[in-house]
């Protein structure tokens, strides 16, 4: 532990930081809470490191390193902080890091507890990027330290300004958590996040949060019956149900409309099945008509309003439509224009159409 206690010690004594050290610096604010995270020579040393990741050290190891920390920054880190001094602790932490090249378990744990600290500050934007810098460099699981820090800092987020960067940060997590197709990560997060939203100063996300809960819980669901109608169709391709919960989840969660509308075909006489053929062989034609992509789309809108579980498939119905909106006129017309003026009205089309 040597290296962190010398590091440290220059640290505490050597820099000009009015708080830390007690002194006073009139070359104006410390450094340490200017607009910026890291300075641009820090940026450049961790730009020139190896590509060569560590492992994260053992939870003992680590734990004995954040004893040295904590001893020598007892007095900083005693009392009620404010959440500048935490954010100007944390940036030192994290630039005493770039000094430990040398001892991979010191950095991290400098990182890891930097990433607390700004937690604790409000400073998510700190904590996701010493995150990511960790994740270059070490073998660990970034996406779940982002949830861990966002649910710990939902907790305690009251503030509108808190809420405000807390909705914003676990949605990224959240659509990080669906790309890689870890639903209970997600899941754990959105809920943690909607019990914030309940606070009163939360009122202004509630809606668009509960919303997104109940979105991903059908995403969840989704997922696992996905994984079972693939262990179906290896064995028997064909299999109807198995086809339909596939393209589902293509077409629906991973917009894959494509491999989505294969496997719809197959799922026998479903109203899904008989949309998507339909919607094939049209897509096929060398020239579709503008009757026949009306055609196409008013089927995918029947059979989307059919099952409230299928609402999703509107967003091909107004594929359809706006395609072939150009070129009508007349009653026409002003039936697709109706047409997708419902289409917005349900929740399921939106998150289609906004992937």
Not at 98 to 118: I, Q
Not at 138 to 156: S, T
Not at 181 to 187: F, G, I, K, T
Not at 319 to 337: D, N
Request: with cysteine; hydrophobic share 40%.
């Amino acid at each position: 532990m040597l290296g962190i206690v010398i590091a440290l010690a220059i640290l505490k004594y050597g820099m000009k930081v009015s708080w830390l050290n007690e002194s006073i610096d009139d070359n104006g604010p410390p450094v340490a809470i200017q607009d910026r995270s890291r300075s641009s020579e820090s940026s450049q040393t961790a730009s020139s490191r190896p590509r060569r990741k560590h492992d994260a050290p053992s939870p003992e190891k680590q734990a004995e390193i954040r004893a040295d920390i904590d001893a020598i920054f007892a007095k900083q880190l005693s009392g009620q902080l404010s959440d500048e001094q935490k954010s100007e602790v944390a940036l030192r932490l994290a630039q005493l890091a770039d000094e430990a090249e040398d001892s991979p378990e010191e950095r991290f744990v400098l990182l890891r507890k930097a990433a607390e600290l700004a937690v604790e500050a409000g400073d998510l934007d700190r904590m996701t990027a010493l995150v990511q810098e960790m994740a270059g460099e070490f073998d660990f699981d970034p996406l779940a330290a982002r949830a861990a820090f966002l649910k710990q800092f939902a907790g305690e987020a009251d503030e509108a300004e808190e809420l405000d960067s807390l909705v914003l940060h676990a949605k990224l997590t959240i659509d990080d958590a669906r790309a890689m197709d870890r639903y209970e990560l997600a899941v754990a997060l959105a809920e943690a996040t909607r019990v914030a939203c309940r606070r009163p100063e939360g009122a202004k996300h509630r809606e668009y949060v509960e919303e997104g809960c109940e979105r991903l819980a059908i995403t969840a669901r989704r997922w696992k019956e996905y994984q079972d109608a693939r262990k179906t169709l290896e064995t028997t391709p064909e299999d109807p149900a198995a086809n339909l919960t596939a393209g589902r989840w293509l077409c629906l969660e991973k917009g894959q409309w494509k491999q989505g509308l294969a496997s719809l075909a197959q799922a026998g006489n479903h109203p899904l099945a008989e949309a998507a053929r339909r919607d094939r062989a049209v897509a096929a034609l060398p020239v579709e008509s503008p009757a026949q992509m009306v055609e196409v789309a008013d089927q995918w809108f029947d059979a989307a309003l059919a099952d409230e579980e299928d609402h999703g498939f509107l967003g091909r119905a107004h594929f359809w439509y706006t395609r072939a909106q150009p070129l009508l006129s007349g009653e026409q017309a002003t039936h697709v224009e109706n047409r997708l003026d419902n289409i917005f009205a349900y929740p399921a089309a939106r998150h289609v159409l906004g992937m």
